[in-house]
C-alpha cells in the first residue's frame, strides 16, 4: 500500500537536529515536555496530513507516500527537502529606533512582524537590531521517526481533523451530497481566534474535500441574562 496526492492522513512524528541529536519538535507533548521544548500554543497529538499539498516539508511528504497505515519510520532529511539552506539575503539589520516607533522592545530571541515577513531579532547592540527571516532550522539535516496513525477516507473524518488542525470544534457536522452544513452552538466562543479559525476551516475543505461545493454554517447566539433575572433564577434553584 502506498499514499497518493489528496490522501489524508492521521500521523505523529518527532524530530532531532540529525548533528546534535536534540530533539526539536514532536506531536507528543510528553516527550516535547521531557525535551523542554513544550509550547502551550501548539496543538499536540496526531496532526492531519494531506498528501502532495505542501501542509509538511517536501522529506516526510516523500517519506509518507511510501508508507503503510499503522507503520512506523525513521528518515534522514537534508536541508535541500526540509527547510531549506540558509540565506544571508533574509537576514536584515535595522535602527532599534523603527521597533521602539512600533512599541516593540526586542531581544534575542524575538519574533517580529517587519512589513509583513516574521523575522527573529538574533542580536541587539548599539542602537542596532539583526533580524533573520531564515527558517530556525534552515540548513539543518533533520531525522523524523513517522508513524501514520490512520488513513482518514470517510468526508466527515476529514472535516473533524481539519477542525482540529485549526483548533475549533464545530458542535455537529453533516453532510449532503455536496453540501457541508457545520453547526456552532451557543457554548462555543465566538471570538476573533473563533472567526479566523472557522475562515480557515472553510477554505480548507473546498481546497481538500474535492466533493464538496458548498457549506452552510450555523451559528446559535443567546441574549445573555440579565443581572435580575440571573438571581431569579437562582433563588427558584435554592427553592
Do not use: C
Not at 40 to 63: C, F, L, Q, R, T
Not at 120 to 141: C, E, F, I, W, Y
Not at 151 to 163: C, F, G, P, R, S
Amino acid at each position: 500500500m502506498s499514499f497518493k496526492d489528496g490522501d489524508f492522513l492521521e500521523v505523529e512524528y518527532t524530530v532531532w537536529d540529525a548533528s546534535t541529536n536534540a530533539l526539536v519538535f514532536s506531536t507528543d507533548a510528553e516527550k516535547a515536555k521531557k525535551a523542554n521544548i513544550y509550547d502551550e500554543h501548539n496543538i499536540y497529538g496526531p496532526a492531519v496530513v494531506v498528501i502532495g499539498s505542501g501542509s509538511v516539508i517536501k522529506g516526510m511528504d516523500d517519506a509518507l507516500r511510501n508508507m503503510n497505515e499503522h507503520e512506523t519510520k525513521k528518515v534522514t532529511i537534508e536541508p535541500k527537502d526540509a527547510f531549506g539552506e540558509r540565506r544571508e539575503d533574509l537576514v536584515r539589520v535595522v535602527p532599534l529606533s523603527v521597533l521602539r516607533k512600533q512599541n516593540i522592545n526586542p531581544y534575542p530571541g524575538l519574533s517580529v512582524d517587519v512589513d509583513g515577513v516574521k523575522m527573529v531579532v538574533k542580536s541587539v547592540n548599539s542602537g542596532r537590531v539583526v533580524l533573520d527571516a531564515n527558517h530556525p532550522l534552515a540548513d539543518k539535516t533533520l531525522t523524523y521517526e513517522i508513524s501514520v496513525v490512520k488513513q482518514l477516507k470517510d468526508a466527515k473524518e476529514q472535516v473533524e481533523a481539519l477542525a482540529r488542525r485549526y483548533n475549533i470544534k464545530p458542535s455537529s457536522i453533516n453532510i449532503g451530497n455536496d453540501t457541508l452544513t457545520i453547526s456552532f452552538d451557543n457554548s462555543i466562543n465566538k471570538d476573533a481566534n473563533y472567526f479566523v479559525a472557522k475562515a480557515s476551516l472553510i477554505a480548507a475543505v473546498f481546497t481538500y474535500i474535492k466533493n464538496i461545493k458548498k457549506v452552510e454554517v450555523k451559528e446559535e447566539y443567546l441574549k445573555p441574562l440579565e443581572k435580575g433575572e440571573n438571581e431569579k433564577n437562582q433563588e427558584s434553584v435554592t427553592k
